[in-house]
């Protein structure tokens, strides 16, 4: 199973949009092994975002995600990585398809609501950055044996 780091970003936030967004990922399946509220540092925020330090959007990018609340989250799944950059859309919610949640819910580049790794390399990274160990919950999810096929 996999781990991918995901964050309501602080315009999900300031528009409710939290439930939503943790609902589409349950429904799809996926199991919640980590959550919690944070008001970014700048100092995370640019650890974060490290990859992105010296384009042109990352200055406005720092002040969007230290600027509210956001929801950090790990969630787990088979292929779980790509599984949630599917469900997430492009960046672009103005451009992303119906049906993913920036297609249905963000039309903004910047403001698109939530963040997914971008790779497994990419979550684990992020997975430390946010959390301690002691943070990621080992449970067993009952749903699973109705979800994957295990022959
Ligand atoms: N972003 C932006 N302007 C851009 C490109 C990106 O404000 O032209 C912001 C946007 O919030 C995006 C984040 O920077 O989610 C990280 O960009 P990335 O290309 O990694 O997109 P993502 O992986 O989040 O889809």
Redesign the pocket.
Known sequence: MERTFVMV?PDGVQRGLVGEIIARLERKGLKLVALKMVRVSEELARRH?A??EG???FP??IR?ITSAPVVAMVWEGREAVAVV?NL?G???GAKAAPGTIRGDLAND????LV??S?SVESARREIDLWFRQDELLDWENHREAWLYDRG
Not at 109 to 112: A, L, V, Y
């Open positions: 970003k975002y990859a992105h384009k042109p959007f406005g990018l969007f950059r997430l492009p960046t672009d580049i910047g403001f698109n963040h997914g971008d």
